[in-house]
């Protein structure tokens, strides 16, 4: 019995050593090649096997997902009813907005973003881990995705593409909390630091002083601050709440994306990087 | 013993089974974590030791679609079938609500450890609020699944038929 319990720790120290060099491969320095490559490897021989999965359980996971989510789906339909007649009244003050930012834009000769080259690819798989919130989309490297570049869809930005295989890509979400993105407030013009909280439906918008006027549904939109990796004037949310404790410096802002991303079937990804827009 | 065809096997379809087929099944923004399951029962099964190895496998292959760093998951499945296989071999005898409860606390644990292990290398956002809540229902959701993937690992850590020696008709 001692010689068991003996063995079978020697391997659980292996097996832990193991994992800890591994780790220290994969944090220490930009990334391992070998690391990286397996990663690659296993995205782009995964998705086969997605679509198959796919394609045999989707029709079931439609009737399970609709029959757990009714209660959601009626909370979120009367949202959008309310929300909808909140909208019609915004939208005068926003074409305005745009009006200022598209000035703003041309006099800073920033990139607007309908002129930036894009590649459309369909969501195939949504976020399937607890402590990342990602998406996979059907086109990668040889169709042009690249690291780092923004996605977006209809009403603006859904996030960053962190991995890249040939035929497929992950997308970083904007509501991961490892996501960060320098947004301006489309009337004050002032900037903050957007990042996001996990699975939380809202981000923290950081760095806004506390003099700054921020009114709720006001639109935030990327700054495009030097470095950045996102181009200027890209959508990103909408004012949620706003407070300013006694003595602070800064404003506690939350914000909600514009861009639904629990309904997302089709985006864009923006072939633009910082380098190449200088 | 671990028959390892039939365990790939096994771990292909718990891949399958969450990046697929329950990555929209959320019960307060968790999931189930089949792969961590398939190495909480494997450790309850066929004891600490292959259980472990069991778990660095899945953990590995768990690394290979998150944007962690490839280890962790290993780390954290390896050390949580160890834990549960060394529960499984002091219970006196097992039954199937054993297994259930092992893969229940086993998978919380180890959701636990992968976080913590996480936060000492720098990723705090692992380490939140919504850690104790995650940690819960992924135990819970993975008990609900620990009968059908018990059986799974049954299958692939059956000892293979013995073979018999001829009777009657010769010698």
Not at chain 1, 154 to 163: C, P, T, Y
Not at chain 1, 237 to 258: F, H, N, Y
Not at chain 2, 95 to 106: E, H, K, Q, R, Y
Request: glycine share 12%.
């Amino acid at each position: 019995m001692s010689r068991r319990t003996g063995r079978s720790r020697f391997t659980l120290v292996l097996l832990v050593l193991t994992s800890v060099t591994l780790i220290t491969l994969d944090v220490r320095g930009d990334g391992n090649p070998i690391l990286d490559g397996l990663r690659t490897g296993a995205l782009e021989a995964w998705a086969p096997v997605q679509s198959a999965g796919e394609a045999v359980v989707s029709p079931i996971g439609d009737v399970f997902g609709s029959i757990l989510n009714y209660s959601d789906l009626r909370t979120e339909n009367e949202r959008l009813r309310e929300q909808l007649d909140a909208q019609r009244g915004a939208q005068l003050r926003r074409s305005d907005v745009e009006r200022q930012l598209q000035e703003l834009q041309d006099l800073l000769e920033l990139d607007a973003v309908g002129d930036i080259p894009s590649v459309a690819a369909r969501v195939v798989s949504n976020d399937p881990a607890n402590f990342e919130v990602t998406m996979e989309i059907d086109r990668g490297s040889n169709h042009g995705v690249a690291e780092n570049m923004p996605v977006v869809a209809g009403a603006g930005l859904v996030g960053r593409v962190i991995e890249v295989s040939p035929g497929r890509s992950t997308v970083l979400l904007l509501t991961d909390a490892t996501f960060s993105v320098g947004v301006r407030l489309a009337e004050s013009g002032d900037v903050g630091l957007a990042e996001g909280r996990g699975r939380a439906e809202t981000l923290v918008v950081d760095l806004v002083e506390a003099a700054t006027s921020v009114a709720t549904g006001e639109l935030l939109v990327t700054s495009g601050l030097q470095g950045s990796v996102f181009p200027a004037g890209i959508p990103v949310g909408e004012v949620s709440s706003d407070r300013l404790r006694p003595g602070a410096l800064q404003r506690d802002v939350r914000m909600r994306p514009t861009v639904d991303l629990n309904e997302l079937s089709v985006v864009k990804v923006l072939q633009w990087s910082p380098e190449a827009a200088r | 013993m671990i028959r390892p065809a039939r365990m790939a096997l096994v771990v292909l379809l718990a891949t399958v089974a969450g990046r697929i087929w329950l990555s929209d099944l959320r019960v307060l923004g968790a999931v189930a974590d089949p792969l961590l399951l398939v190495a909480v029962v494997s450790g309850v099964l066929v004891g600490s030791e292959r259980g472990a190895r069991v778990g660095f496998v899945t953990g590995v292959v768990a690394d290979l679609f998150l944007h962690t760093p490839l280890g962790l998951s290993s780390l954290a499945h390896t050390l949580a079938a160890y834990a549960t296989g060394r529960l499984g071999e002091t219970s006196l005898r097992s039954a199937w609500w054993i297994t259930t409860l092992a893969a229940a606390a086993g998978s919380a644990f180890g959701v636990v450890v992968f976080a913590l292990a996480g936060a000492t290398i720098g990723l705090s956002h692992l380490v939140d609020g919504g850690l104790v809540v995650t940690a819960g229902v992924v135990g819970l959701l993975n008990g609900v699944l620990a009968v059908p993937v018990g059986a799974a690992v049954g299958w692939a850590t059956a000892p293979p038929p013995r073979i018999r020696a001829g009777v009657g008709g010769g010698a």
